[in-house]
């Protein structure tokens, strides 16, 4: 059955994201150094990161709310107003950050919408992610962009079928094995992942080596001639 349908993640696949995560990380590292040494203060955040993704989701929001409530367990409840308000002001600059699609993409997606269908499917914030896509140029590549909580076999099922042909005749592609590879292999997709320079904990798993409708690309450059010859 030949390929109708490409679905593409949107963070660190499309344009930068986890960098940003990780500079405004080190960012919360400084302002509470004197609290904590580091390990701790990345050990925590992660933990109450993971504890937060069931109420908040995933996106710079419930980042930065899980910021806050660390800084408030690690001082006892007495974070300083200063700390806070650094928080608050790392968090709307992250949401402010000029969104620029990473190399090759803008090729890449042209060539693709000739012959396919193309859907973003991102995890995030709506409004967020809406606006990102808006600042990206890219938005009128896409038939369909879905936002949704969790990214899992039963997502890419219903997604495929409402705007595709199935998922037999769709095709994945993202930096995150654990969202964008896995899941879509499960509900009978192809998948292409392409890794971005630095992947968020959460997102960590083991590639499906051999598995025949996987593939491991060096960049998103690559995508439209895999598809030719897997299609």
């Known amino acids: 059955m030949s390929i109708t349908t490409v679905g593409l993640d949107a963070d ?5 994201n986890e960098t940003l995560f990780r500079l405004t ?6 302002l509470l150094s004197d609290v904590a040494d580091q390990a701790t203060l990345e ?9 937060n993704l069931r109420l ?24 300083p107003p200063r700390v806070i308000r650094e928080i608050l002001a790392a968090g709307r600059s992250m949401l402010t950050e000029p969104v620029e699609p990473l190399p090759g993409v ?24 809406e ?7 890219l938005g009128d590549l896409f038939v369909a962009v879905e936002i949704v909580s969790e990214k899992d076999a039963s997502t890419y099922e219903g997604v495929f079928r409402r705007h595709g042909t199935g998922a037999a005749q769709a095709a994945m592609c993202g930096n995150s094995l654990r969202s964008d590879i896995l899941p879509a292999l499960e509900a009978g997709a192809w ?16 590639a499906p080596e051999g598995h025949p409708r996987f593939a491991e690309l ?9 598809l030719d010859k897997v299609s």
Do not use: C, N
């Open 191 to 206: 998948a292409a992942h392409v890794p971005y320079a630095v992947t968020w904990a959460h997102e960590m798993a083991d």
């Open 131 to 137: 606006q990102k896509l808006a600042a990206s140029g």
């Open 106 to 129: 803008e090729d890449a997606l042209a060539a693709l919408s000739q012959r396919y269908r193309l859907i973003l499917i991102t995890k995030g914030d709506l409004l967020h992610q």
């Open 25 to 30: 990380q080190a960012r919360f590292f400084d």
């Open 218 to 226: 060096s960049s998103i450059s690559e995508l439209p001639d895999w």
């Open 56 to 79: 908040y989701g995933y996106g710079v929001k419930g980042f930065t709310l899980s910021m806050i409530e660390t800084a408030m367990e690690l001082t006892g409840g007495e974070a």
């Open 12 to 16: 660190d696949t499309l344009w930068h």
């Open 43 to 51: 050990t925590k955040l992660a933990e109450t990161e993971k504890r």
